[in-house]
């Protein structure tokens, strides 16, 4: 079975803190990708990326960096936290053979910034 | 931009009945649908994968059908169960779009009770 590990459950920071989100895949799956989750706006596309240290914007990158070193890892880099930011990120992974391969998800880590 | 709307944002119903979940979308050129279910606080389960060229797909007591031409998905539940209680997302996946991304749909939150 795919499995997608998130580093944290849970995280609370402060307004201003540089902030890293984990996720790795043991799958060896090319594509990666971090969404948020937000109650009435649903799950939207922070940034994806196919590749190691290949990256690409989705719809709200905004406030959001991201890095690839590895291809089982991927980090979602919130440069300076501000409360807006708090949210549910989740992180999903595909194999990448297809544009239409099945994406599978981690468990999510619930961001709340002070 | 595609958009997923979901029907009805929440339902809840007496253990033992069958019911549908809707979810449509407006462009019908895509790669897949996937079906998701999410409990609370907790990441994504996927649930079944439809891809362009099937009608259909069955697992257990869950069945997913797509009509692509009207843009159109439905998920039966058969005999609901007050463990299927949990938000249930649909996504598409749009031809031409980069790595297979999805756009989601806001989920039907569905309370099943004994």
């Known amino acids: 079975d795919v499995k997608v590990t998130q580093s944290s459950r849970y995280l609370v920071k402060r307004t201003g803190e540089k902030v890293f989100l984990e996720c790795v895949q043991d799958?060896?799956?090319?594509?990666m990708f971090w969404y948020r989750q937000d109650p009435g706006l649903g799950l939207r596309l922070i940034y994806f990326?196919?590749?190691?240290?290949?990256?690409e914007k989705g719809d709200i990158p905004e406030g959001y960096s991201v890095s690839r070193e590895k291809k089982e890892r991927f980090s979602l880099i919130l440069e300076s936290a501000s409360t807006n930011q708090t949210s549910m990120y989740l992180c999903a992974s595909s194999l990448g053979t297809s544009d239409w391969d099945e994406q599978f998800f981690g468990p999510g880590t619930r961001l709340t910034v002070l | 931009k595609q958009e997923v709307t979901q029907i009805p944002a929440a339902l809840s119903v007496p253990e033992g009945e069958n019911l549908v979940l809707n979810c449509s979308f407006t462009d019908s050129a895509i790669y897949n649908l996937q079906w998701f279910r999410q409990d609370p606080g907790k990441g994504l389960t996927s649930l079944l994968l439809?891809?362009?060229?099937?009608r259909e797909q069955t697992s257990g007591r869950l069945n997913a059908s797509l009509d692509k031409s009207s843009g159109r998905s439905t998920l039966y539940i058969a005999a609901s169960q007050p463990g299927d209680s949990a938000t249930y997302l649909c996504a598409v996946s749009p031809r031409g779009s980069t790595l297979g991304r999805l756009y989601f749909g806001r989920g039907t939150q569905l309370t099943v009770w004994p």
């Open positions: 799958m060896d799956h090319e594509n």
């Open positions: 990326s196919y590749d190691v240290k290949m990256k």
């Open positions: 439809i891809q362009s060229s099937q």
